[in-house]
């Protein structure tokens, strides 16, 4: 496998199921992302882990709970959804070089996209 | 809240043809990346411009970004249909830990053979 992975590619779910989003990147990177992107609205940042630790949660609802084990894994674990939750979910992984103050190429994976029925 | 204001939003037209894309904000950037999105993939980085003036080219495609920071513009010249896809620009305020990057909503892009 190469560059940034993503399972599942496609989830139908209930308001009542719980599930979770998987990512995971194989280029050596020390940051992950969360994104959301819906339908006519620009691509939404919802989480950022720095080096395993979270650094900016950009007041996503509490039913979505990112969890990074180590700095190659990041899950999105998915609780009583609402249909407006229904987008495609990205992942993004860069090369966080501190100090530098280099601003980070990302590179995305393919998504999940999720129907909340 | 920087916000970045992608245009046009739609555009259609023949192969062979010019385009340009822009890509403004009233905000300052310490840099902007340029992302084309295909149906189903995940966006792919095409160009990332840093200095204010600097001018890219990759092939068949220029990008710009304009003295103050604010602004880039991407032409595409000859496009092909190869070239369809969604065209993201992306900016970057540097700050002190990983951020995540200020999208706009990009620019549907359709060439027709």
């Known amino acids: 496998e190469t560059g940034v992975t993503q399972t599942p590619r496609h989830l139908v779910m209930g308001m009542t199921n719980k599930k979770s989003l998987k990512c995971e990147q194989h280029?050596?990177?020390?940051?992950m992302y969360w994104y959301k992107q819906s339908a006519k609205k620009p691509l939404e940042l919802m989480f950022v882990?720095?080096?395993?630790?979270?650094?900016e949660n950009n007041s996503v609802p509490s039913r979505f709970s990112p969890e990074c084990p180590n700095s190659s894994h990041l899950f999105l674990h998915l609780h009583t959804l609402q249909p407006e939750d229904s987008a495609l979910y990205l992942c993004?992984?860069?090369?966080?070089?501190?100090?530098?103050?280099?601003?980070?190429?990302?590179?995305f994976g393919p998504g999940t996209r999720l129907t909340v029925t | 809240t920087q916000l970045l204001e992608q245009s046009p939003q739609f555009l259609s037209i023949q192969e062979g043809e010019n385009l340009t894309v822009y890509c403004n904000s009233s905000s300052v950037f310490s840099s902007l990346q340029w992302y084309r999105q295909e149906p189903g993939e995940g966006p792919v980085l095409l160009v990332t411009?840093?200095?204010?003036?600097e001018v890219k080219k990759l092939k068949r495609l220029t990008f710009q970004f304009g003295d103050a920071r604010k602004d880039s513009s991407l032409h595409i010249t000859a496009a092909q249909p190869g070239d369809t896809g969604l065209y993201l620009c992306a900016g970057a305020v540097r700050r002190g830990g990983a951020d995540g990057l200020t999208f706009g909503k990009g620019t549907h892009l359709i060439i027709q053979p």
């Open positions: 882990y720095s080096l395993e630790e979270r650094v």
């Open positions: 993004a992984s860069s090369q966080e070089v501190r100090g530098l103050g280099w601003d980070y190429e990302q590179y």
């Open positions: 280029l050596g990177h020390n940051a």
């Open positions: 411009v840093v200095t204010g003036g």
